[in-house]
């Protein structure tokens, strides 16, 4: 199997300020602002092959999504190197972005006045899709997720179930080898998920792309994901298989699990518990 | 080629789409504008007493002022650098960063195609009224001047561009484009045609890329200045168009490297 994400001791930091409230401290932040560097994402070395499924797991401002922005070319890393499909991301080639795609479950990213029909339509354009063949692949796409009732009605008319659905189709459309899906069910209702999970595992098998997948629902990751990434603080805190996660926390993470019947999903609420509960020890990634 | 017939279709299909704002924005509110410039000159000229000014008579400046408001619509800015500064504050940009299109040229094709559907619907009103005032119109000249303001919306965008990257820096910047635009209305001969500036504040104005917009497309329609003259201004808008091309890009590369993908 070939590698087609590769980094090496990949990191973000951002410069921020923060300002006290109140009227006297608006007037000196004005003047004065006290910056401060956070690292959205610690130094990181990861390798994915093709085809592999990985979910990406962590608790709010963990840093998944700064890691997913970072593969796509979306933002520039600040430390460390990094290589999608043998390409560095942020140069944003074209060759690079004809091959990848990118869902942010809380951005629209298709035109919002239109119908999805004129966006699949000028997607087809901008990605030099054959026309006809587009429009087949659109409809088939949006035949196996039941929204071709939708397709001819503004963006903005949808609920957003309907509207996630577009957004999947019009990430799928040229058939990207690496697919970053951020969050893709987030706010949806439980059989609108379970359609979009039922898709995603369909179009899996039949295309096989390589997949970053982030959800805090651990259905979509147990479901979909072969691999699992558990983030904490903008570190790796582990990398493996999803079936090795429940023992490796027991062991390691010191977490209390109690019944040998726990499931993968309970011992990630328990790691976020710990977590939250102040827990400050960082653990090595193990494999 | 084909992406960018398809933008600018998607900017013909959006703007449509609201009809009733897209007819205030393409014909009622040129309509007001001329109004309210024809009306100030005309009381001007009669206020004053005079025949002339600047070598010039009424119906030339009535026919300056129907153009200009009309022409200087045409190469204003507004709808789409709002729409690129709010991308990059919002973090929508997203969407097109990681598709094979640049920031850049697809808003270019966006503001080509609206532009070009202006021009379609609000075209006839300026000739109509020229026509019905029998003000000075050159009609034959039409095409040239056409396909020089084409050239300066490439510019205009450009411009507009550069503005917007500003939001990678500032945030919230949206002020800035009103203020813009009202710096070039002036220094493009909206409000006043250029020639009637004393000196040398005339020639530097003359010379500058601004005055492409509106004072010698309208000047050189109307018979106020021939075609030697108005070619002139196809260098400086090449210069502006080169000197704005090379700051967009300063400030998109540098903007890029401190975006955080906001919101998302």
Redesign the interface.
Same mark, same amino acid.
């Given at each position: 199997m070939s590698i087609v994400i590769q980094t090496q001791k990949l990191s973000r930091s !951002?410069e921020t300020y923060q300002r006290q409230e109140g009227g006297w401290n608006v007037v000196k932040g004005f003047f004065n602002r006290q910056v401060q560097v956070k690292y959205a994402l610690k130094p990181t070395d990861l390798a994915i092959e093709a085809g592999q499924i990985v979910g990406l797991v962590g608790a709010n401002g963990a840093g998944k999504?700064t890691l997913l922005?970072i593969l796509?070319?979306?933002?520039?890393p600040t430390g460390g190197e990094v290589k999608v499909l043998g390409f560095n991301p942020?140069d944003?080639k074209?060759d690079f972005?004809?091959q990848?795609?990118?869902l %942010?479950g809380?951005?629209?990213?298709?035109?919002w /006045?239109?119908p999805a029909a /004129?966006s699949f339509? %000028?997607?087809a354009?901008? !990605?030099?899709l054959d026309k006809a063949q587009a429009k087949k692949d659109w409809l088939s796409l949006a035949e196996r997720l039941r929204c071709t009732d939708q397709l001819h009605t503004?963006l903005r008319r949808l609920s957003l179930g309907e509207r996630m659905k577009m957004e999947i189709i019009g990430s799928l459309l040229h058939r990207p080898r690496v697919l970053f899906l951020?969050e893709p069910t987030i706010g949806l209702d439980v059989l609108a998920q379970k359609t979009i999970r039922n898709f995603l595992t369909e179009y899996v098998n039949e295309y096989r792309p390589t997949i970053i997948l982030t959800s805090h629902y651990m259905d979509d990751i147990s479901q979909l994901a072969n691999r699992l990434l558990l983030i904490s603080q903008g570190t790796l805190v582990f990398d493996g298989a999803l079936s090795e996660f429940v023992r490796y926390a027991e062991l390691q993470l010191n977490l209390d699990i109690k019944s040998e019947e726990t499931n993968f999903e309970e011992v990630i609420h328990k790691f976020f518990e710990k977590e939250s509960g102040g827990g400050q020890n960082r653990h090595p990634i193990s494999n | 080629m084909?992406?960018n017939? &398809? &933008?600018a279709?998607?900017a013909i299909?959006?703007q449509t789409?609201?009809r009733f704002n897209f007819a205030v924005d393409v014909v009622i509110q040129p309509m007001v504008s001329t109004a309210i410039e024809v009306t100030i000159w005309m009381a001007l000229l009669s206020g004053m007493g005079l025949e002339t000014l600047g070598g010039f008579g009424r119906e030339s400046y009535l026919a300056y002022a129907l153009w200009a408001t009309f022409i200087g619509r045409i190469t204003t800015s507004w709808m789409y650098e709002f729409q690129m500064m709010e991308q990059i504050d919002t973090?929508?940009i997203?969407?097109l960063?990681?598709?094979?299109?640049s920031f850049y040229e697809f808003y270019l094709s966006q503001f080509m195609g609206y532009k070009l559907i202006c021009i379609v619907f609000s075209l006839g009103l300026p000739i109509l009224a020229c026509w019905i005032f029998s003000a000075p119109l050159h009609l034959d000249r039409l095409p040239l001047v056409l396909l020089m303001l084409l050239y300066f919306l490439v510019f205009v965008h450009t411009l507009s561009f550069t503005v917007a990257c500003m939001a990678f820096f500032l945030n919230r910047i949206y002020s800035f484009t009103p203020i813009k635009n009202l710096l070039i209305w002036v220094l493009a001969g909206e409000l006043i045609p250029l020639d009637l500036y004393p000196e040398p504040i005339r020639s530097w104005l003359l010379l500058s890329p601004f005055a492409a917009g509106v004072y010698y497309p309208v000047s050189y329609l109307t018979g106020r200045i021939g075609t030697e003259a108005f070619l002139q201004s196809f260098t400086g808008i090449t210069i502006g168009l080169v000197v704005t091309g090379l700051l967009a890009r300063v400030i998109w590369l540098r903007g890029?490297?401190v975006?955080?993908?906001t919101? &998302?």
């Open positions: !951002y999504t922005k796509s070319g979306l933002i520039c942020f944003r074209a972005l004809r990848i795609s990118i %942010l809380q951005k629209a990213q298709l035109w /006045d239109l /004129d339509n %000028l997607l354009s901008i !990605y030099g503004q951020d | 084909r992406r017939l &398809a &933008a279709k998607i299909l959006s789409e609201y973090g929508r997203n969407g960063l990681t598709r094979p299109i890029l490297r975006y955080t993908g919101g &998302a």
